[in-house]
Structures are given as structure tokens and as C-alpha cells.
């Protein structure tokens, strides 16, 4: 069963979670004390969050707990050598997360042991991911299979992805849509053939190449971007290999998840939804998204998941589409009446925006938080807590810039604050030509201002 359908059964009725009159209540565990070579156990440092290690090796630990510290100082690693003494510690502290080792003697029905306990806390199993059936026995609801190779910076990236989507998950809207949700975008095979092969010793584009042409629908889709106007190509391009050469690994893998969840969604029955648009919408936006963040970073990573965060931002109008197509419609028709953008007509209706639910369902994909959050937010980057560039601010600007001379014109605009509050307020324009889009007069800047002052003396 797939992460989503654990999703589904962890909103099954649970008893209710202490009050933090109940938890402050029990005696801390005992902590070692502070040295040196230790400041995280300096006494009346704050704990934001306490991790519990499980059966790891103890000179892995000492590694991992030094290494979560300089990621999140706020944090607090502990270590219980088996099962035993695991439940005895979960017993007597609030802890917000479990790192098990697999190798744990009676791990089977350790957490079944932990009760109510481990319900409240995200855990992760640290197992061989290549072996299907020891994933297959952690498909539980809040527990996340994870490399037994794994670094400190992969757990700490995942427990805070986890507890993201659990907040997310919490919202009564989602709670209430989830159980309706039944047609839900899975991680195209092919997309998982092509990762293979880039990442094998001898990986070829050229055997990228050959994959993708076997499939005339995903060929169609590439060819189609590589002989877009953002390449500039002098002649058109008709070979598979040469627009896999033309595009790069990174993009032809996100354009590969985007294609392959618009296939699944063939066929959807929804009066004035047409999904087309959307698949050039989103084209446009990794690719103004793209721009933006190398502009910014000249880090070609960062750029590649702008793109791929870009490609996915409105795949949440696909699964509504298909899923409650006369709820979407009403929705569409909302939104031409009253010449208002998506995401209100959708919160009118649904209570939510595409936005929010397709960052929910697409972290079961395993996708980075940074591309989950542009997703999530890209209608209001100000949720984040981000200061400066990040992946939501291309994104969300991307998305303006795509509309901006187009027939949705006005209806998502740039959230100036958002910029000005992250340092980022002057940029636009200078985005806009890395985008290849002309520059125009920006409200909140200083220029504008000292251009209205003038003006307003001169009349």
C-alpha cells in the first residue's frame, strides 16, 4: 500500500494526545553532563525538538549527534541501546522523533510496545531500501523507510519534511478532502528507469535516450520543450537523443514526473477544464523559475530543482480536476464570473487551493522540502519562515511572470512585501531580463519611490 493510503488509515479515530500539562508532568530523563566536546548537554539550553536513537552503533551515534548539533543546535539526541531500554525512556520524556536502526532484535512490534507514544512521533527506519520486503514491513502510518547509509543532514532533512507534511496534514480542509481523493498521481516508471541509469557507474543519455523513445507520448513532450522558444534552437529538433542532450539529466527527469502524471490523468471528465494549458503553464514557469535561481545562486543544482519545483506547482489543479470534476467546475466557473485568480475560486469552494493538496500528496514522491514548500506556498511565500533567495521565491515570481502577459493577467501578482521582507525587493527587473522579459516600472522599490515623489511635486 502506498504512502498516501497510510495517510488515509492514520486519520482512523486515536485516543487524544496529552496535554502538555500531562507531559510537562513526567520526570525528564537524565541527561549526561555537559563537556567540552558535548555543549549540546550545556544545562538551560532550550530543546526545540528531542530524538531518540534506537539500537545504533554508539561511535555512530557520537558522529550523528555532533553533526545534528551543528545543523539544529536546538536539537537533542539520545541514544537506547535496545528495545528495553527505549521503552523505558520514551516512557519518561516527551520525545519528538525515532530513529530506529533495523537491525534492532525486536523491532517487529517495538512500536506496537511504544502504544500511543509512537503515534505522536515521527520515526524513521534506518533499513536497506533495495530490499522490497524489509520496506514493505514499515509501511505504517508515520513511519518513514530511510537509507541505512544515511548521513545526519538526510535524517535531520527528513524529520523536518515529516513534520511538515503532518502540519499540513492536520488542516481540517485536507482531512476532510483526503478520503475523496481516490485518483492520485504515482512516480512514472519511466521516471524511475531513467534515475537508474544516470546513476549507474557507466550511465548513458544515450540509453536515456532509447528509454524514452519507447514511450511516444513522453518522446512528444520532450521534443516539444527542447524545440521550445527558451532554447533558441536554429533547426528543429526531431531526435530523442538530441533533446535529451539539449535539456540535461536534471530537466529531462523532472519533465519526465510531470508528463508521466498528466498521462495518468487522460481522460478527465470535468466541464471547461482543459489540461493543456496547464502542462504550458508550468513549462514556462521551470523555466523563468530556473533563470531566477541562477541568477541568484550560479549553483546549477539549485537551478534544476527551481525547474522541477516550477514543473509541479499546479499539479494540484489535476488531481481536483479528476477527482471531483463537478466541484472544479463550479470552481472554474467561480473564477470566470467573478474574474478572480485559481486559488480563490478554489477556496471558495474546496476550502483549500490547489497548492496546499499537491504539495500534501506529492511528498510521498520523496521530494525535497525546499520544492514541497514552493509548491505549497507559492500563492503566499510570506507562510515561510525563509529570509532571502529560496526555491519559493523563483517560483512564486515565475509564476507572476507567466501571467503577466497573458489572459490571466492581474490574477497572481508578485507579493511585494514578501520580497521587501526577504531582502529581496529590487530584483524583479533584473530577473525579468535573465527570464528574457522586458523590465517595467516596480511598485516598492526605491526607485519608484523617488519616481512618485517627483512626479507628485511636478503635477
Known amino acids: 500500500m502506498s504512502l498516501f493510503?497510510?495517510?488515509?488509515?492514520?486519520?482512523?479515530?486515536?485516543?487524544?494526545?496529552?496535554?502538555?500539562?500531562?507531559?510537562?508532568?513526567?520526570?525528564?530523563?537524565?541527561?549526561?553532563?555537559?563537556?567540552?566536546?558535548?555543549?549540546?548537554?550545556?544545562?538551560?539550553?532550550?530543546?526545540?525538538?528531542?530524538?531518540?536513537?534506537?539500537?545504533s552503533d554508539p561511535h555512530w551515534f557520537q558522529q550523528a549527534e555532533h553533526d545534528v548539533y551543528c545543523l539544529q543546535p536546538n536539537w537533542l539526541c539520545q541514544r537506547a541501546a535496545d528495545s528495553a531500554e527505549a521503552r523505558v525512556m520514551v516512557a519518561s520524556t516527551a520525545f519528538d522523533a525515532l530513529v530506529l536502526d533495523s537491525r534492532v532484535l525486536d523491532k517487529a512490534d517495538l512500536l506496537g510496545r511504544l502504544g500511543d507514544s509512537a503515534g505522536r512521533m515521527i520515526c524513521l527506519v534506518c533499513c536497506n531500501l533495495l530490499d522490497r520486503s524489509a520496506v514493505a514491513q514499515w509501511n505504517?502510518?508515520?513511519?518513514?523507510?530511510?537509507?541505512?547509509?544515511?548521513?545526519?543532514?538526510?535524517?535531520?532533512?527528513?524529520l523536518i519534511r515529516a513534520d511538515r507534511l503532518r502540519s499540513w496534514m492536520a488542516d481540517p480542509t485536507i482531512k476532510s478532502l483526503i478520503p475523496r481523493i481516490h485518483k492520485l498521481p504515482a512516480a512514472p516508471k519511466l521516471h524511475t528507469q531513467v534515475t537508474e541509469e544516470l546513476q549507474s557507474p557507466n550511465g548513458s543519455m544515450l540509453v536515456v535516450a532509447r528509454v524514452i523513445s519507447q514511450d511516444p507520448v513522453m518522446s512528444a513532450k520532450i521534443l516539444q520543450v527542447a524545440n521550445s522558444a527558451f532554447f533558441g534552437q536554429p533547426s528543429e529538433i526531431v531526435d530523442t537523443a538530441e533533446a535529451a542532450m539539449v535539456l540535461g539529466a536534471e530537466r529531462i527527469r523532472a519533465l519526465i514526473l510531470l508528463a508521466g502524471v498528466f498521462s495518468q490523468y487522460d481522460?478527465?471528465?470535468?466541464?471547461?477544464?482543459?489540461?493543456?494549458?496547464?502542462?504550458?503553464?508550468?513549462?514556462?514557469?521551470?523555466?523563468?523559475?530556473?533563470?531566477?535561481?541562477?541568477?541568484?545562486?550560479?549553483?546549477?543544482?539549485?537551478?534544476?530543482?527551481?525547474?522541477?519545483?516550477?514543473?509541479?506547482?499546479?499539479?494540484?489543479?489535476?488531481?481536483?480536476?479528476?477527482?471531483?470534476?463537478?466541484?472544479?467546475?463550479?470552481?472554474?466557473?467561480?473564477?470566470?464570473?467573478?474574474?478572480?485568480?485559481?486559488?480563490?475560486?478554489?477556496?471558495?469552494?474546496?476550502?483549500?487551493?490547489?497548492?496546499?493538496?499537491?504539495?500534501?500528496?506529492?511528498?510521498?514522491?520523496?521530494?525535497?522540502?525546499?520544492i514541497l514548500e514552493a509548491i505549497a506556498w507559492h500563492h503566499e511565500p510570506e507562510k515561510s519562515p525563509n529570509r532571502g533567495y529560496s526555491l519559493l521565491a523563483a517560483v512564486h515570481v515565475a509564476n507572476a511572470f507567466a501571467q503577466e502577459g497573458g489572459p490571466e493577467k492581474g490574477r497572481d501578482v508578485i507579493k511585494v512585501g514578501f520580497l521587501l521582507k526577504t531582502g529581496l525587493g529590487d530584483c524583479r527587473n533584473r530577473w525579468r531580463e535573465f527570464c528574457g522579459l522586458a523590465t517595467r516600472p516596480e511598485e516598492g522599490t526605491p526607485d519608484e519611490w523617488v519616481r512618485r515623489r517627483r512626479e507628485s511635486k511636478e503635477n
Not at 43 to 48: H, Q
Not at 143 to 154: F, G, K, L, N, Y
Not at 281 to 297: C, K, L, N, P, W
Not at 347 to 357: D, M, N, Q, T
Open 267 to 370: 481522460g478527465t471528465k470535468c466541464p471547461g477544464f482543459l489540461p493543456e494549458p496547464i502542462w504550458n503553464h508550468s513549462v514556462q514557469v521551470a523555466m523563468y523559475a530556473r533563470a531566477i535561481a541562477f541568477a541568484e545562486t550560479k549553483d546549477a543544482r539549485m537551478a534544476e530543482a527551481a525547474f522541477t519545483a516550477g514543473l509541479l506547482h499546479d499539479i494540484g489543479k489535476l488531481i481536483l480536476a479528476a477527482n471531483l470534476p463537478e466541484m472544479y467546475a463550479t470552481a472554474l466557473r467561480l473564477r470566470a464570473s467573478r474574474k478572480i485568480s485559481d486559488r480563490e475560486a478554489e477556496l471558495g469552494v474546496f476550502g483549500i487551493s490547489h497548492a496546499e493538496l499537491g504539495a500534501c500528496l506529492l511528498a510521498s514522491w520523496g521530494l525535497p522540502l525546499p
Open 5 to 55: 493510503g497510510s495517510i488515509k488509515r492514520s486519520f482512523a479515530p486515536k485516543a487524544p494526545p496529552p496535554t502538555q500539562a500531562s507531559v510537562s508532568a513526567k520526570p525528564a530523563a537524565k541527561e549526561p553532563p555537559s563537556t567540552p566536546n558535548r555543549p549540546w548537554l550545556q544545562a538551560g539550553r532550550p530543546i526545540d525538538w528531542r530524538v531518540l536513537f534506537i539500537g
Open 140 to 158: 505504517r502510518p508515520g513511519i518513514m523507510p530511510v537509507s541505512e547509509a544515511s548521513d545526519a543532514a538526510t535524517m535531520v532533512a527528513n
